[in-house]
């Protein structure tokens, strides 16, 4: 298992820009795959960005253009860059990591409320 601490969310308004981070608790330098996922009120949980240990990136054709997922190898983190933020981007965000060593792990959340 790998532990993993979201921050950054918050309230923003419409047009606005937050910055998300993952802290894992272990290396991430070779964590198969690592993403983030968000869940609004009454909908499923939904696949926002994703990077694997390859570098392959994949984004919901919602957010392309406006996130933008990195990792930093060295502090063990994951961020997403959000701009120009929409109020349907409002959700709970979650951090990901999924490698066949310990299966998929998952964070606690971080809210991001967009409004004016």
């Known amino acids: 298992q790998v532990q993993l601490v979201e921050s950054g969310g918050g309230l923003v308004q419409p047009g606005g820009s937050l910055r998300l981070s993952c802290a894992a608790s272990?290396?991430?330098?070779?964590?198969?795959?690592m993403g983030w996922y968000r869940q609004a009120p009454g909908k499923q949980r939904e696949l926002v960005a994703s990077?694997?240990?390859?570098?392959?990136?994949n984004y919901a054709d919602s957010v392309k253009g406006r996130f933008t997922i990195s990792t930093d190898n060295a502090k063990n983190t994951v961020y997403l860059q959000m701009n120009s933020l929409k109020p349907e981007d409002t959700a709970v965000y979650y951090c990901?990591?999924?490698?066949?060593?310990?299966?998929?792990?998952w964070g606690q959340g971080t809210q991001v409320t967009v409004s004016s």
């Open positions: 990901n990591a999924a490698d066949v060593r310990f299966g998929i792990s």
């Open positions: 272990k290396s991430i330098f070779t964590i198969h795959a």
């Open positions: 990077i694997t240990s390859g570098s392959r990136i």
